[in-house]
């Protein structure tokens, strides 16, 4: 039986909504790939968001290095996610930096229940899903939680 990965994009959420539906989907551990984990969100910035995550009984990690390269997130808000994939496969996922950082985020997801974060509210348009189909050939299946 397939192991369950969770995304989720804060964009249109507000902090408690995020916990709701962690909490709600049964998730242990919040992974944050964000490259920055700074928002102008209230309540998503690394400090705030693992402050309120512990206060609701969930962990959290920040892999910096799984985050998306700058000219990645500028594809990303031009809608382009063809580019926004090759830019991030060839410069994060294809590097040895980037299978050691996929390998260590498997390992959390084998651990407990982990949902991936990110702001991008459509995981298509995100980063999340090129990780979560590189983990489904490691038997992950793949859920995106919305809020």
Do not use: W
């Amino acid at each position: 039986m397939a192991k369950t990965l969770f995304t989720i994009g804060y964009e249109g959420l507000d902090p408690g909504r995020l916990t709701g539906a962690l909490k709600d989907a049964g998730v242990a551990r919040l992974v944050d790939v964000r490259a920055v984990a700074n928002s102008r969100k209230r309540g998503f910035s690394k400090g705030a968001l693992k402050a309120g995550l512990e206060e609701a009984g969930l962990g959290y990690d920040h892999l910096r290095s799984l985050g998306t390269p700058k000219a990645g997130r500028q594809a990303a808000r031009a809608h382009d996610a063809a580019l926004m994939r090759r830019i991030y496969c060839e410069e994060v996922l294809d590097t040895a930096d980037g299978g050691l950082a996929l390998d260590a985020l498997a390992e959390l997801a084998q651990a407990a229940p982990i949902c991936l974060l990110c702001f991008e509210r459509d995981p298509s348009l995100c980063h999340r899903r090129i990780l979560a189909e590189r983990l489904a050939s490691k038997g992950f299946a793949t859920v995106d939680l919305f809020g």
